[in-house]
Each structure stands twice: as C-alpha cells, then as structure tokens.
C-alpha cells in the first residue's frame, strides 16, 4: 500500500493492550485489523471489545497480506522472536519496551528489517507525550541556560503490590531498571544525546517476594534482578547525571530535574502530557514557574501512530530502533557496570530527534 490508514495489528493481549487499542482504535492514520495472543480467546476478547475484524495465532495474523505493521506487546523474553517473525513477513515493527534483552538480538532485529526494506520503532513514546516534548522545546529555547547536571529518581514499592501476574517483573529483563529505566534513560538520550558512560551500584533487598494481597496474595516470586539501582552517567554533551530506580520503597517519588546555567526545569517524565516547572537562576527569591504544553492531549499508542506517519512518508519513526538499541546499550552497560565495580562505556550512537510540532495530534503535521 502507498496510501490510506496503515493497517495494524497487535501480537499480545495482556494489560497494557487496552491502552494501545484504545489509541489506535480512534486514530484516523491507522486501522487495526487484528489482535493474537498464544491465549486466543483471549486475543478473542480483546478483538470484540474493539471492534477489530481479526483475532488468533500469531502465525495467523502474520499472514494476513493487508498487514503492514506488528504492534508487539509481548513479554521481554519473546520480543526478538516476534519481531523476527514479523519481519521475516515483511512487516514494518513497533514494539514494547525494552527492543530485547541483549545487543546481539537487538543488532539481529535491526539488520533484519534494513535487510528487508522495513522499520522498527519502540517504546517507551512517552517521550513524543505534550509534557516532555514541550520540555524539549524550552531546553532548546535556552530558559535553563546550558544544561548541566540531571537528577533523576523512580523508587515505590514494586509491582507485586498491584499488577495481576508481576512474576515477569522480577525475572531478567525487567526490574526497576529494565522496566521502568527506559522511560528515562530515552527521555536522557532525547533531551541531551547519546551516553558516553555509566558506573552503577545495585542492591537487592529480598530474594524472594511475596505478593502482599488480592487474588495471589501469598504467592512468591524469585527475584533474578537488582531492585534498587544507583547510576552516574556522562553524557558525549557534557551533561552528567545521577539516578535512582528502586521497587524496594514504601514511599512513592518521581522526579526528573535538568539543571542549566540559567535554571533548573523538572521535566513530566511521568505520564504524556504534564506541566514544565521552571525555577530562574540569579534571582534573590526565584519563585517556581509552571508551564502548560499546548496541543491535544496524548496517550500510549501515539508511537505508533507517529511511526504510521513515517512509514507513508519513508522515514524512521522518531521512537526510532536506533534509539532504542542504544537505550538498551546504556541499560546492559548499567548491569555490567555493577558486576564489574566500575565505569562502563557506551559505544553506540542515533541520530538527534527532532521534536513534534506542538499541535501534533490536533491537526498540524510533524516539524
């Protein structure tokens, strides 16, 4: 197809399905025409409750030939293998986060699709959300000066306190970092570039958890990842940072505060759409300034639709596979660095990614 809605479909029915097909369902760029899932009437399910034509097996909806891009909402440990497939099918890829669990099968995915001509994009699209790219845009107006120093902090009690099956979360490729690190260190990258070094500490406070209540209240899950790290990281900009991801507090905090020559900014890293807080330097009382993106409002899923766009237009999605390989190159230097006791370099690279047009999503184009 050269024209009209690209045609989706989603391979995994679990819980945060309902929040991509609740997007794409409603964006005038793509069409879903179909969910799988290895639980195929749960696949089922999901079809039926919004509407979407197809639903079954993987290797089916594979091979529907009006197909254009796989939606891959799959477990972390899968992720290679089902956008290998769906490569292999000739399909354009977005996928969750993170791209894989290591660089060989990220690098796998990524010659796979040059080789056949398709695209790869990737969570987290937080980062496309009103609040953080409006962020990007007062970074690069200059209302904090040059950037400086980046605090960042993601701590609370974990998600076996919440989530309905959390076994996944604690096995490799998840954790506070792999599971919730991505959303920051893209955030990182976006903001100030590529990372030059890492050096983290890790800490694991139990080795086995217990689910504290609801259905599987009592149940005990082994814990194969750090649940509380520390990291510095230097960026090839100049910037240095400091971070911390932990499941391993009863106390909830997020922050992502970027301090500059002429300010300190506290970015929205949270959700898609936030306010900016801005507090000047050089004022004898500098009182705190709050600033509202404009434009409509965004929801996960606007990744792929940003990445339905590139595709019509012929060019990488913003959310780009080369972001996301390096994001997992900066996660995997992390645990390296806390195995090793030191400092450990990043050596891949992507291109700078420019921002969204402040209207995007209400009409304007991309910029």
Same mark, same amino acid.
Not at 22 to 43: K, Q
Not at 75 to 103: N, S
Not at 220 to 231: G, K, Q
């Given at each position: 197809?050269?024209?009209?809605?690209?045609r989706?479909?989603? +391979?995994?029915a679990?819980?945060?399905?309902?929040?991509? #097909?609740?997007t794409?369902t409603a964006?005038?760029?793509?069409?879903?025409?179909? =969910?799988?899932? #290895?639980?195929?009437?749960r696949?089922a399910a999901q079809?039926a409750?919004y509407s979407?034509?197809?639903?079954?097996?993987?290797?089916?909806?594979?091979?529907?030939?009006?197909?254009?891009?796989?939606?891959?909402?799959?477990?972390?440990?899968v992720?290679?293998?089902?956008?290998?497939?769906?490569?292999?099918?000739g399909?354009?890829?977005?996928g969750?986060?993170?791209l894989?669990?290591?660089r060989a099968?990220?690098?796998?995915v990524?010659?796979a699709a040059a080789a056949?001509?398709?695209r =790869?994009?990737n969570?987290?699209?937080?980062?496309l959300?009103?609040?953080?790219?409006h962020s990007?845009?007062?970074?690069?107006?200059?209302?904090?000066?040059?950037?400086?120093?980046v605090l960042t #902090?993601?701590?609370?009690p974990?998600?076996?306190a919440?989530?309905?099956?959390p076994?996944?979360?604690?096995?490799?490729?998840?954790?506070?970092?792999?599971d919730i690190?991505?959303?920051?260190?893209?955030t990182?990258?976006?903001?100030?570039?590529? *990372?030059?070094t890492?050096?983290?500490?890790?800490?694991?406070?139990?080795?086995?958890?217990?689910?504290?209540?609801?259905?599987?209240?009592g149940?005990? *899950?082994?814990?194969?990842?750090?649940?509380?790290?520390?990291?510095?990281?230097?960026?090839?900009?100049g910037?240095?940072?400091?971070?911390?991801?932990s499941?391993?507090?009863?106390v909830?905090?997020?922050?992502?505060?970027v301090t500059?020559?002429?300010?300190?900014?506290?970015v929205?890293?949270?959700?898609? $759409?936030?306010p900016?807080v801005?507090v000047?330097?050089g004022?004898?009382?500098p009182?705190?300034?709050?600033?509202?993106p404009?434009?409509?409002?965004?929801?996960r899923?606007?990744?792929?639709?940003?990445?339905a766009e590139?595709?019509?237009?012929?060019?990488?999605?913003?959310?780009?596979?080369?972001?996301?390989f390096?994001v997992? $190159?900066?996660? #995997?230097a +992390?645990?390296?660095? +806390?195995?090793?006791?030191?400092? *450990?370099?990043v050596?891949? $690279?992507?291109?700078p990614?420019?921002?969204l047009?402040?209207?995007?999503?209400?009409?304007?184009?991309?910029?």
């Amino acid at each position: 197809m050269t024209g009209g809605p690209v045609r989706v479909g989603v +391979i995994g029915a679990g819980n945060i399905s309902d929040e991509y #097909l609740t997007t794409l369902t409603a964006a005038p760029g793509v069409e879903v025409i179909g =969910v799988a899932d #290895l639980d195929e009437e749960r696949a089922a399910a999901q079809a039926a409750k919004y509407s979407v034509p197809f639903s079954g097996s993987t290797a089916g909806l594979l091979a529907l030939p009006e197909l254009e891009l796989v939606v891959n909402l799959t477990i972390p440990a899968v992720h290679a293998q089902v956008a290998l497939a769906a490569i292999a099918a000739g399909k354009h890829v977005w996928g969750e986060k993170p791209l894989t669990l290591d660089r060989a099968s990220a690098r796998t995915v990524l010659d796979a699709a040059a080789a056949a001509g398709v695209r =790869v994009g990737n969570a987290p699209d937080t980062v496309l959300g009103r609040g953080i790219q409006h962020s990007q845009q007062l970074i690069a107006e200059g209302r904090i000066g040059t950037p400086q120093t980046v605090l960042t #902090l993601m701590q609370g009690p974990g998600p076996d306190a919440w989530h309905p099956r959390p076994d996944f979360l604690f096995a490799r490729g998840a954790g506070p970092l792999f599971d919730i690190g991505p959303y920051y260190l893209t955030t990182l990258a976006l903001l100030f570039g590529p *990372i030059d070094t890492v050096q983290a500490m890790g800490h694991r406070a139990f080795d086995v958890r217990t689910v504290p209540y609801g259905e599987r209240a009592g149940n005990r *899950i082994p814990v194969e990842v750090w649940t509380h790290v520390s990291v510095l990281t230097r960026f090839r900009s100049g910037v240095v940072g400091t971070s911390i991801y932990s499941f391993d507090s009863p106390v909830r905090r997020q922050l992502f505060e970027v301090t500059g020559s002429g300010g300190t900014l506290t970015v929205p890293v949270s959700g898609f $759409d936030g306010p900016s807080v801005l507090v000047p330097a050089g004022q004898p009382r500098p009182e705190s300034v709050e600033l509202v993106p404009s434009g409509a409002d965004r929801a996960r899923g606007i990744g792929v639709v940003e990445m339905a766009e590139a595709i019509r237009a012929g060019r990488d999605p913003r959310a780009s596979g080369a972001l996301a390989f390096h994001v997992l $190159d900066a996660l #995997l230097a +992390i645990e390296e660095s +806390i195995d090793a006791g030191g400092p *450990i370099a990043v050596a891949s $690279d992507f291109d700078p990614v420019d921002a969204l047009h402040p209207q995007w999503g209400a009409g304007a184009p991309p910029l």
